[in-house]
């Protein structure tokens, strides 16, 4: 199978910077999109921001400016990198990735969450 490790949450300032990291691994022959999600206490999960094979991206309104998203496909790792950060920022974070394993099969797989906390 597919697994998404996630990793840099942390408890930070507001106005400060983070850095989350993603990496995926097991029987993988090819990612498509990859993407940073995030779902705040008694809040619906939202789609942050998505980047394609081709390094194309895009991003809520409310992060842009602020965030990046990257990747390295050759590692098959996505990276957040997130800065001027506020109090509404704060939420579990969650990467997935479309995946296509060696028997062609596809699917979204997902990462286990890491915590990013802002303080006022």
């Known amino acids: 199978q597919v697994q998404l490790v996630e990793s840099g949450g942390d408890l930070v300032q507001a106005g400060g910077s983070l850095r989350l990291s993603c990496v995926a691994s097991?029987?993988?022959?090819?990612?498509?999109?990859m993407y940073w999600y995030r779902q705040a206490p008694g809040k619906q999960r939202e789609l942050v921001t998505t980047i394609t094979s081709g390094g194309s991206s895009n991003y809520i309104d409310s992060v842009k400016g602020r965030f990046t998203i990257s990747r390295d496909n050759a590692k098959n790792t996505v990276a957040l990198q997130m800065n001027s950060l506020k109090p509404e920022d704060t939420a579990v974070y969650y990467c997935?990735?479309?995946?296509?394993?060696?028997?062609?099969?596809?699917?979204?797989?997902w990462g286990q969450g890491t915590q990013v906390t802002v303080t006022a």
């Open positions: 097991g029987r993988i022959k090819s990612i498509d999109a």
């Open positions: 997935a990735a479309d995946v296509t394993m060696p028997n062609f099969s596809q699917n979204k797989y």
